[in-house]
């Protein structure tokens, strides 16, 4: 059976990607156009899909040329340069002075001076006249006239404009303005020579090269080149039939040539193989999640649900792109809302996030990928919230608000969108058609898949039901063991991972069956005469049998789902009638206790085996005389080790620690309906013998 459950797994699995793969085929062929410029066309070719013209090689080194050169460079006018220049120049003046003050051949202090600084002999012999202090307040001035407008340093500058950084602005400004090398020269021409070389060895430029955030303003300059010219839509006329073929047309024949070229077997094997090898670790994935989640999903229908929905996403989102061709389009909020029905929120949030990443590799784009897990969480938030059919009308202006302000922060945050506009109004028309469709087609999914969803469970539970009504007039008693029932049921099925809505409703229509004859059941007979005292054992069983049969046909005429009468028809499973089995052997000393059983079938869901435990405890604890803490926990552990000592818990797969926990989540509940006594008697023999063992050491 396992062998045949894994082939069909493993036999969808594959059924699915093939399906995925031949709804997002890449566009290619099989044979080329064979056309060249100057051809006359024996037939019309139109474009096939969307494609853009390329720019050749040539156009986009040229255009890359141009951008290079008409963007500007920048500069930083670094004003310390002035000061360092000036500190140089008082340092010379000083050393000059030394050397003048020396006894020393003229000869030497020429020599002297030409060590510091690079001069010819003349212009030296003139720093040691009386003139050199006119020479160098000429040298300051002019030094300060040009350091002041700018010395520009030499790099290639192809622009008439340089972008110059003061502080934290970029201001433009025209080469011209600044000195170069060149205009001091001739700014210089007239001077003495003295002059003339000093400032030439003493200055240095001001402006200064900022090769970084040049870089850093060419490359956003060459982000705007487009490497295409141009683009043919799906269905346009490349070329007509009987028309010669020119320059341009031939332009969009070879893009279109490039592309079957590029997607050639070859091609397409590498484009499918990576793109399966994706979908197969989150295959993978989900069967590790599922696996460790059997019990929530072990219904056989989960897998065909699942493959349902991940097939119909698919083929809505290629519906859109073939249609509407706007990705905000994409129905992933319809599909997140449609599982969480049948799933829970952990499961629908993991496969919100699973179709998403799985959608991104058809549709590379990081605002699409963050949209749709946005959208897909937001879907499974909010419809944990919906208790009644009447608020997917809410929910749905909540999830059309979700994606516009997701659309919204995308814009703003991310990348601009060229098509706000359309943007939106779809996001927005996604997020109330999702709702509405989910609310038509409940029903239908409901039959088709033979599954009850919370919603409808919620609305089943309403204990203003005809049902209940009657049951709380004709049956008090068993209306009352039903609400029991449902809230221990309800808290086990929590504290173990089961579907507690499931567990509470089932509870409330297990007893239904007795209101044939309610009077044969214990709890209702309220001190009047027992009916049982007129009738034999074996008589007396088939009636308390019957109930759950009766309570079967009573479910399928008030047309509750199938998941729920199954659960009417396990809550006893296959156990003994034990009353009247012990009244018959003590009658007739010898019987076979099979004769007494229930006819089953046994629990074959964790939700059943915890309706039939939380049945068997609660009658127990209310049949029980003078109960106390200790008894209600005895009652319990005992009513658990029966079961699972009868095999009544074999094909479900409740563990030792999940009987554990559903122990500790009956106990509270029923204390607060029984109210056990403290167990003082039990507590103060504890004492003494405390007491006593301490004496003796």
Known sequence: MKGRIVSRGVLLTIGVLI???????????????????????????????????????????????????KTPRVFVFDMTQLDQVRGRINGLIAQIDEIRKSRTSLGRKIDSIQKIIPLSQSASMELLSPRREKIFRRVNELIEKIMLQGYLQEVEIPT??????????????????????????????????????????????????????????????????????????????????????????????????????????????????????????????IKYYFDNRRRMFKDKDVLSFLIF??????????????????????????????????????ASVVLALILSLSTVVIFPELRLLVFLILSGVAASLIARMVQHRYEFYLNALVLAFVHVAVIILSHISLQPSESLGFDLA??????????????????LFEKLFSFTTDLTLLELANLNREVFKELALKAPGTYHHSIVVGNLAEAGARAIGANPILARVGAYYHDVGKLKKPEYFSENQLGQKNPHDQLTPEMSKLVIVNHVKEGVEMAKQMGLPPRVIRLIAEHHGTTVVEPFYLKALHIRGKISVDDFRYPGP???????????????????????????????????????????????????????????????????????VFHPRVDYEDRDLRSRKQRKAAAKK
């Open 19 to 69: 399906y995925i793969n031949l709804l997002f085929l890449p566009p290619y062929v099989t044979r080329k156009i064979e056309l060249k410029e100057g051809d006359v066309a024996f037939e019309d070719i139109i474009a096939p899909f969307d494609f853009s013209i390329p720019k050749s090689e040539e156009e986009v080194a040229q255009e890359r040329k141009s951008i290079e050169e």
């Open 160 to 285: 008439a404009i340089i972008y110059v950084q003061i502080g934290n602005r970029e201001i433009p400004e025209l080469v011209d303005n600044f000195y170069t090398r060149k205009k001091i020269n001739r700014l210089l021409e007239k001077e003495p020579k003295p002059v003339r070389e000093l400032i030439l060895n003493l200055i240095a430029p001001n402006v200064l090269y900022n090769r970084e955030r040049s870089q850093e303003l060419l490359k956003e300059a060459l982000g705007e080149l487009r490497t295409t010219k141009g683009i043919v839509k799906k269905g346009e006329m490349i070329v007509g039939a009987h028309e010669r073929v020119n320059h341009e047309i031939m332009e969009k024949i070879n893009a279109l040539n490039n592309i079957y070229s590029r997607t050639g077997l070859k091609s397409i094997f590498k484009f499918f193989l990576g793109r399966n090898l994706f979908f197969l670790i989150f295959i993978f994935f």
């Open 309 to 346: 929905i991940v097939i119909v996403y698919f083929s809505l989102t290629k519906l859109v792109s073939l249609t509407i061709g706007n990705n905000y389009a994409i129905p992933i909020a319809f599909a997140i809302l449609f599982s969480y029905l049948y799933l829970n929120l952990e």
């Open 426 to 443: 779809w996001g927005a028309a996604n997020g109330f058609a999702s709702s509405f469709i989910i609310l038509l087609l409940l029903p």
């Open 602 to 672: 046994r629990p074959s869901s964790i939700e059943a085996a915890i309706i039939m435990l939380a049945d068997s405890v609660e009658a127990a604890a209310r049949s029980a005389e003078n109960i106390t803490v200790s008894k209600l926990r005895k009652i319990i552990k005992d009513i658990f080790d029966k079961k699972f000592n009868d095999h009544q818990l074999d094909d479900c797969e409740l563990t030792r620690k999940d009987l554990l926990r559903l122990q500790e989540a009956f106990f509270p509940i029923l204390t607060g």
